[in-house]
């Protein structure tokens, strides 16, 4: 027999004085009795109530170690799991892993272990984060000590899109209304997800809300969103921008675009492609 505590989600902290304290009233020497206690330090005097993990970048783990004291009346296996996260999808793209060897503690012996949460780097949708650490007792699972703990995503890199621009070739004269942009986001990213409202070339021309469409314009079986930008807005920010004489000159200029935008979550994304301009037109100019 020994003891079994259930504890419910909501009330955990209320209850940590307790799962933390031996439960001295399992007298006899038939009751083993559980219970597990996280400190900071080595001699078990700061207990650990929160873990704050900070800003942690796609495709990287942040480590805290801390030290676990059995504080049962048996010799004890240590299990690490986790729950209630928040978003939900966090889980989806983080895990938390810890270097304990599965060594058995005695009674009020401790073990140092490293707690090491890793963030994959197709992380997307996640931005301040929340779950919960739970250390228990292979003995006895229903006895745990459970930790919150919390971080932010911190997107350090933007997403490359790939961008190919349509014609290749301005002509500054044209009549064309359109600049068609097929874009095509990396492995683990969606581009239905692509908030059209927010695609921008060079900060600023905004993408026509329509027509876009998703298919595969280069027939590479990933699919691409197609939108439209307003062929005489580009132009005229354009020539803004490179220098008419230097044009002329060298009678072929090849500018860059730069396009940026978001998926609906939030997640950034830029790329770029370069555009010929076309020269015979702009000696007419
Ligand atoms: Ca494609």
């Known amino acids: 027999m020994s003891m079994r505590i259930k504890v419910a989600n909501g009330i955990v902290l209320a209850l940590l004085g307790l799962l933390m304290s031996p439960f001295s009233l399992a007298a006899t020497q038939s009751v083993i009795v559980v219970g597990v206690g996280v400190y900071w330090d080595e001699n078990c005097t700061q207990p650990v109530s929160s873990v704050y993990w900070g800003s942690v970048a796609p495709g990287t783990d942040k480590k805290v170690t801390v030290f676990v004291r059995n504080e049962g009346s048996g010799v004890v296996?240590?299990?690490?799991?986790?729950?209630?996260?928040?978003?939900?999808?966090?889980?989806?793209?983080?895990?938390?892993a810890w270097d304990y060897a599965g060594e058995t503690v005695e009674p009020s012996g401790t073990v140092s272990v490293t707690l090491d949460l890793y963030v994959s780097k197709f992380v997307v949708g996640v931005g301040d984060f929340v779950f919960d650490i739970v250390i228990s007792v292979?003995?006895?699972?229903?006895?745990?000590?459970?930790?919150?703990?919390?971080?932010?995503?911190?997107?350090?890199?933007?997403?490359?899109?790939?961008?190919d621009l349509h014609p290749q070739a301005l002509n500054l004269g044209s009549k064309g209304k359109w600049i068609t942009a097929y874009i095509e986001l990396p492995e683990g990213y969606d581009v239905e997800n692509i908030d059209v409202s927010l695609i921008m070339l060079n900060e600023s021309i905004a993408a026509e809300s329509r027509p876009a469409a998703i298919g595969d314009f280069d027939n590479d079986a990933l699919p691409d969103l197609m939108v439209k930008f307003d062929r005489a807005q580009v132009i005229s920010h354009i020539l803004d921008y490179v220098s008419l004489e230097e044009l002329v000159k060298g009678r072929c200029m090849s500018v860059t675009l730069a396009m940026t935008g978001r998926l609906v979550d939030g997640t950034p994304f830029e790329g770029t492609?370069?555009?010929?301009?076309?020269?015979?037109?702009?000696?007419k100019l």
């Open 77 to 96: 296996a240590l299990s690490l799991g986790s729950s209630n996260w928040n978003p939900q999808r966090a889980a989806d793209f983080m895990s938390l």
């Open 138 to 163: 292979t003995r006895e699972l229903t006895s745990f000590y459970m930790i919150f703990s919390a971080g932010t995503v911190l997107y350090l890199r933007i997403m490359e899109a790939t961008v």
């Open 273 to 283: 492609n370069a555009v010929g301009i076309i020269c015979n037109v702009l000696q």
